[in-house]
């Protein structure tokens, strides 16, 4: 291979390991939680006047 493929690979192999690096794994993410909102029941049909 040229020289300037070699480069290019290490370049990108360089870019990843970097990119990679920067999260912490150690860190631990926080998740919040919400109650949802109660499902109200809908009204029953009980005729046209009633």
Do not use: R
Not at 3 to 8: D, E, F
């Amino acid at each position: 291979m040229s020289k300037s493929i070699k480069s290019l690979c290490a370049m990108s192999l360089l870019a990843l390991v970097a990119a990679c690096g920067a999260n912490n794994a150690g860190d631990v993410e926080e998740f919040v939680v919400v109650d949802p909102v109660p499902v109200t029941i809908e009204p029953v049909y009980t005729g046209k006047y009633n």
